[in-house]
């Protein structure tokens, strides 16, 4: 990690009124993890809040807005050219309509129960299931 | 949450050659958690790289030069007039000399299996002894 510069990434677990959170599964228009599901979100732009970077994301591949209602957890992972610092933050939506952008083709509600039969994405899969584990037994 | 607004902390887990971790002891200037032992890091100011932050955190508070070598996970908490995001990072010493402010008056390098019997700081005690945990069992 020390020799590539450090860029900070936020994602946004959003959960409805039943429990569910909003998975979407990324289009061959993206370079890798092509068909895998992600939580929506994004790199932050230099100088940007977290938080700005957050809703700014979720708006853009979800048309959805959100509120930050809590914190998921952080994680580490490498890119070819910048070591990425992942910020998961959980959120609830307060408007917007859901649509998706060219660099996701679907969509779905997934209770946490559901997420070790879904194709996660191979760089924070051990994440998403170790958390949808934890929140599943919370109830 | 959602009423207050969100700030950006940063924290490091500062790691020496032999697993032992730094921990500073607050001191009497604080309104807080005296006489209680944390990792060292603070706010970020606005429009500040959560790593750029973090080193100067911790030059602050513990005269360390350090750079960053991994993730240990984020958390939030509530104080008065804000909603925390706390991230947590793993680092190493590469320069400078240990000294504490006066926010600090002790320091210790604590090996992991050690952190249940310190005096952790109240607000992300349970975070703390969860990490040095996982971690002092990794060898």
Known sequence: ????????????????????????????ANRNFVGQ???????????E???VALKREVLEESGLQ???????????YEM???????????????GGNLRLSEEHDEFAWVPF???PRMALVDNIRAFMLEYAAREGTKK
């Open 66 to 76: 959100v509120e930050i209602t809590g914190v998921a957890g952080a994680l580490g």
């Open 80 to 94: 070819p050219a910048v070591h990425v610092v992942l910020l998961c933050l959980e959120a609830r939506v307060f």
């Open 49 to 51: 809040a977290f938080d």
């Open 37 to 47: 599901w992600e939580w929506p979100g994004g790199k932050s732009d230099p100088g």
């Open 1 to 28: 990690m020390p020799q590539k510069p450090l860029g900070l990434a936020v994602k946004a677990v959003i959960v409805d009124d039943a429990g569910r959170s909003l998975l979407i599964r990324r289009s061959r």
């Open 113 to 115: 129960g559901e997420y």
